[in-house]
T-cell receptor
Framework: GESVGLHLPTLSVQEGDNSIINCAYS??????FIWYKQESGKGPQFIID?????DKRQGQRVTVLLNKTVKHLSLQIAATQPGDSAVYFC???????????????FGQGTTLQVKP | DGGITQSPKYLFRKEGQNVTLSCEQN?????MYWYRQDPGQGLRLIYY???????QKGDIAEGYSVSREKKESFPLTVTSAQKNPTAFYLC??????????????FGPGTRLTVL
């Protein structure tokens, strides 16, 4: 089916530690994946993206890894800070047949809690 | 939130009333989208528009209506036919034009509560 899910609903880490948030997707035909961060009461904020022809992409303090063999996506946050506390969603873009519009499919989200 | 604005931030409605949520973008994006988010859940697509004067139903369009008369604006009307309208509504936009790596950027959201 079409679904993008996350392994853990909640992840608690100590400030300064590295965080790893995982996501499993089901559609091997997806071309593009995005990680979003959503703080309470706000809209999702784009963090980083990766195309299906890549295995790894780095941003500022964040790295996304894509393993197409097992259809797994992860977001690594280095030196996690209290401001990183939020819900993190992975999403994939799926094109249906002849449709020219990519449908963004979101997972349920992982809540990251950073302990001071 | 970039150049996407939504208003109002909080909206209260009595049962049986229609309400319209505003979404405006100044990013010169062709495509715009409406999502609904329920507590602890991911986002579900209501309607989307790839170009002015055209829009398509998403996964949960029943009880909602939209219009796209201007490139910058994509208002969503929640009608009385929507059985459970209390939710957080998010508007998004993207460059569109059939790009396979088309990133969607979101507005701040409108929280609708039906009394």
């Amino acid at each position: 089916g079409e679904s993008v899910g996350l392994h853990l609903p909640t992840l608690s880490v100590q400030e300064g530690d590295n965080s790893i948030i995982n996501c499993a997707y089901s559609n091997s035909a997806s071309d593009y994946f995005i990680w979003y961060k959503q703080e309470s009461g706000k809209g999702p904020q784009f963090i980083i993206d990766i195309r299906s022809n890549m295995d790894k992409r780095q941003g500022q303090r964040v790295t996304v890894l894509l393993n197409k063999t097992v259809k797994h996506l992860s977001l690594q946050i280095a030196a996690t800070q209290p401001g990183d506390s939020a819900v993190y969603f992975c999403a994939e873009i799926l094109f249906h047949g002849s449709s020219n519009t990519g449908k963004l499919i979101f997972g349920q989200g992982t809540t990251l809690q950073v302990k001071p | 939130d970039g150049g996407i604005t939504q208003s109002p931030k909080y909206l209260f409605r009595k049962e049986g009333q229609n309400v319209t949520l505003s979404c405006e973008q100044n990013l010169n994006h062709d495509a715009m989208y409406w999502y609904r988010q329920d507590p602890g859940q991911g986002l579900r697509l209501i309607y989307y528009s790839q170009i002015v004067n055209d829009f398509q139903k998403g996964d949960i369009a029943e009880g909602y209506s939209v219009s796209r008369e201007k490139k910058e604006s994509f208002p969503l009307t929640v009608t009385s036919a929507q059985k459970n309208p209390t939710a957080f509504y998010l508007c998004a936009s993207s460059k569109g034009r059939e790009r396979r790596t088309d990133t969607q950027y979101f507005g701040p959201g409108t929280r609708l509560t039906v009394l």
